[in-house]
Every structure is written in structure tokens, then in C-alpha cells.
């Protein structure tokens, strides 16, 4: 019994290391332009984008989820680079209601696609892993600051199988106590800008004398074949 025991524990690790490997990949991660490490103050020319996302989980309440990276690729070859940038704690955070983050990337100017957010959220001793389906293209105009809009994106009940799971199936447990792989992600877009560039002024002041354009993607949450 005992080696059964340790056996399934075995397999759940695994299936654990497979899941985190399909979400994080094997790049590594690119630190945001506006953290509390970041040691950088001066932007003028800089070529950087700016979005608000909120993550929730309605069919769950007790795993909400916390966003830990989110990846974006060239568009301008056909073979274009994908960078994953590390995401750090939210912004604002409420127990068992929603996190909200403000998250920035300092790019190359030209097209990009951003390629999902990706994250977990767990209740031990269950982790739950998931993606969050943005697949929005849009620019990065040269030694501009921009802002790009604010994601809300939280977790429902999935109904049939034309709605895309919020994560994996595997673990089965885990992915299915977590609301991931039985729940879909409900993503919209609005403009937060006064809210998000207030928030973003007020934990870095001395962005205040930057130019901050407005500059809304179009919402896609289909992904590109």
C-alpha cells in the first residue's frame, strides 16, 4: 500500500512538472520595465507598453488565480521571437475575489502578438494551472510610452466543448478541484486609463514626466493557427 501510495505521489508530481513546463516553456523570464527591482528611472528612449489585467474565479472562489508570466511575439518575420516577461505580485489583491496587476514590457519598436497569460492558483494541497486567452496584435511606436487597455478576465463553469478550457486537463484533480480544465475564461476589454496610469504614478512618481499615450488593442481571444 505504502509503495502505491508513494507511487501515485510520484505520478502527480510529474504530471505537476508537465503542466508547469507546457505554461512556462523552457524561456526564461524577462523582468518587466516597472517593478520595485528595477533600478531604472530614466525612459526617454524607451520603447514600452503598458496593460491592466484582472484574473478571477467565479466557478472556484477558492482558487483564485495569480498571474506569473505572460508571453509576446514578433510579428514582423514569419519566424518571429517570443519573450516571456516574469509578472510579480498583484496590485491590488481581495481573498477569494479577484487579483489585478498592471503589467509592463520594454520591447524593440514594430508589430507584436501578445501570446497568453499564464499562471496558477492553488489550495493545498491542490495547484491549479491555466492561461488566460489574449492573442491581441499591436504596435510599438519608437521612444513612446503606451497604453494599451485593461483586461478583465475571470473563470465560469464551462458548458460544452466549443468553449476553451481555462487550463489543462492534467492533473486531473488537481485541474478539475482548481476550476480549470471544467471552467472557461470570459475575457473583455476596457479603457482604465486615469485609473491604471494613477495607480502606476502613484507607486513610481517619477514616471509622472512621461507622456503616456493611449493606444486600445482589439480584444482576440482566439488562437492563431
Do not use: W
Not at 46 to 75: A, C, D, W, Y
Not at 115 to 122: H, L, Q
Not at 177 to 192: Q, Y
Amino acid at each position: 500500500m505504502k509503495l502505491l501510495k508513494n507511487h501515485v505521489l510520484n505520478l502527480r508530481l510529474l504530471f505537476l512538472l508537465i503542466v508547469a513546463f507546457t505554461f512556462n516553456g523552457c524561456v526564461s523570464l524577462t523582468p518587466m520595465p516597472f517593478t520595485d527591482k528595477s533600478n531604472k528611472k530614466e525612459f526617454d528612449k524607451s520603447t514600452i507598453g503598458i496593460l491592466g489585467i484582472k484574473v478571477s474565479n467565479e466557478f472556484k472562489p477558492h482558487f483564485q488565480p495569480f498571474v506569473k508570466s505572460f508571453r509576446i511575439r514578433s510579428m514582423d518575420k514569419p519566424d518571429g521571437k517570443t519573450v516571456a516577461f516574469e509578472v510579480e505580485v498583484p496590485e491590488n489583491s481581495i481573498e477569494k475575489n479577484y487579483n489585478e496587476y498592471l503589467v509592463s514590457f520594454e520591447l524593440a519598436p514594430g508589430k507584436y502578438r501578445f501570446e497568453g497569460f499564464f499562471g496558477s492558483a492553488r489550495s493545498f494541497p491542490i495547484v491549479g494551472h491555466f492561461q488566460v486567452p489574449v492573442y491581441s496584435e499591436f504596435q510599438l511606436a519608437q521612444n513612446q510610452i503606451q497604453y494599451f487597455g485593461h483586461i478583465t478576465a475571470k473563470v465560469v463553469e464551462r458548458k460544452n466543448d466549443k468553449e476553451p478550457r481555462a487550463g489543462s486537463i492534467v492533473p486531473l484533480i488537481d485541474q478539475a478541484v482548481a476550476g480549470f480544465s471544467n471552467g472557461t475564461f470570459i475575457v473583455e476589454l476596457s479603457d482604465k486609463y486615469e485609473k491604471d496610469i494613477a495607480l502606476l504614478h502613484n507607486k513610481y512618481p517619477y514616471l509622472k514626466k512621461y507622456k503616456i499615450v493611449k493606444n486600445p488593442i482589439v480584444l482576440s481571444t482566439i488562437a492563431p493557427n
